[in-house]
């Protein structure tokens, strides 16, 4: 078992999350180049790296570990910092989630059939939800008192019978209408954001891990949908090709030996390339290679 009260210095205690977005989150840090392997019967994933330790817990009490310095460094919501008041430093936001690379949506829901139409209509209701504290400031921000009690899960099903209405989750919001429910409004549009205690931070090995990590982190995120694209053409056709290319700068552009051709190289969204490789090709490229991209560092 890891020693996650050891005084080493040269050690990152890491605390990644536990549940629906643990599979994002390891295959994100393995695209980072930090493998992690995951048994399925324990909470300490090992990793090819002596100096970093981790654990997996939900992400709700990430942010407070990290605080708390039990972690280093975590990977959470921005939801659950603001939710535990947690004093930390935000290091950097990732933009994914369980199922996509956008940001989650916590919104306030009402039954299909529910005369709720805006905030101003929950006075003196009662709402259900896992965020209370969120949930109170936005009650407050609108001038609305309500009851609101914490869901400890299923929580789509409470209303109308238990609750009129409730805070939740949402990242394509198919779960909200499969239980015959309407988004009244957003009330906080959340990022997987990588947190640092304040005192591993000040520490200048630690830090420089920690920022070494979002750097690689960011790249991985930057990476995603994007593809590398590479060909050979005859040096007067450059012109003809550049005009069919899109890319992130310029095309990289080589000489071949014997100087009548050249080999170029670019980077595109993935969905392009199906309209791009024939462009190519009749502007006189060959030998097309696309390859996958692990990081894109700007």
């Known amino acids: 078992m890891v020693d996650f009260n050891g ?23 393995a695209k980072a180049g930090f493998h992690f392997s995951v048994s399925q019967r324990s909470y300490f994933p090992s990793i ?11 992400a709700q009490e990430i942010a ?33 989630a369980k199922l996509t690379m956008r940001p989650v949506k916590w919104v306030l829901a009402v039954p299909d059939s529910s ?20 949930t109170h400031d936005y009650l407050e921000k609108n001038g609305v008192q309500a009851d609101v009690e914490f869901s400890w899960g299923a929580t789509e099903v409470k209303a109308p019978t238990l609750v009129d209405a409730i805070v939740e989750v949402t990242e394509t919001g198919s779960s909200l209408k499969a239980n015959n429910l309407r988004i009244v409004d957003v009330v906080l549009e959340s990022r997987t954001t990588l947190i640092a205690n304040k005192k591993s931070w000040e520490n200048k090995y630690k830090r420089e891990k920690i920022e070494n990590m979002n750097m ?41 030996y014997g100087g009548e051709w050249v080999a170029v190289e670019i980077i595109v969204e993935e969905k ?3 309209n791009i490789i024939p462009r190519m090709k009749r502007a006189g490229a060959q030998d097309i290679i696309e390859y996958p991209l692990n990081k894109v560092i700007y």
Do not use: H
């Open 7 to 29: 005084l080493d210095e040269k050690v990152l205690k890491i605390g990644l999350p536990k549940g629906s977005l643990q599979d994002a989150t390891i295959r994100l840090m």
């Open 48 to 58: 090819d790296d002596d100096e970093i330790q981790a654990i997996l817990i939900r």
């Open 64 to 96: 407070k570990y990290v605080q708390d310095g039990v972690f280093d460094v975590g990977l959470t919501g921005k939801d659950w910092i603001l939710e535990n008041r947690a004093d930390v430093v935000e290091v950097g936001e990732l933009t994914y």
């Open 115 to 134: 005369p709720i139409k805006s905030v101003k209509d929950l006075q003196g209701k009662r709402i259900a939800t896992e965020i209370v504290n969120l």
């Open 216 to 256: 690689l982190l960011q790249g991985a995120i930057q990476s995603e949908g994007k593809v590398g694209l590479k060909m050979n053409l005859p040096k007067e056709n450059i012109d003809a090709l550049i005009k069919e290319l899109p890319a992130m700068k310029r095309p990289t552009i080589s000489p071949l």
């Open 272 to 274: 392009t390339v199906r």
